[in-house]
């Protein structure tokens, strides 16, 4: 039986519903040690901050999402960083 990374996050609730076929294309690609910490870190952080974890445990979306922005205008990283790109 060989290691299936996407299956192993979705079976510890990092991933639900539909991804995309480059996330798809990614997870495929993550070792089982790789996994193990994306799941461990998980945990680690709902057992430290409880709240925030309770409080998005909601959360699907950006609100920004619904504002009906351009996608370059949901993050402006590049802007805020001084760089002057906004991808």
């Known amino acids: 039986m060989s290691f299936d990374p996407t299956q192993t996050l979705r079976?510890?609730?990092l991933?639900?519903?539909?991804?995309?076929?480059?996330?798809?294309?990614f997870y495929a690609g993550l070792s089982q040690e790789e996994t193990e910490v994306l799941i461990s870190t998980r945990n680690r952080l709902a057992a430290v901050l409880p709240?925030?974890?309770?409080?998005?445990a909601?959360?699907?979306?950006?609100?920004?999402?619904?504002?009906?922005?351009?996608?370059a205008m949901l993050c402006m990283c590049?802007?805020?960083s001084g760089?002057?790109?906004?991808?």
Not at 58 to 71: R, V
């Open 11 to 13: 079976d510890a609730g």
């Open 83 to 87: 760089s002057g790109n906004a991808n």
């Open 78 to 80: 590049g802007a805020w």
């Open 51 to 56: 709240e925030v974890s309770a409080h998005s």
């Open 15 to 25: 991933i639900s519903g539909e991804i995309s076929p480059e996330l798809q294309e």
């Open 58 to 71: 909601g959360w699907t979306t950006p609100e920004a999402a619904g504002q009906d922005y351009d996608a």
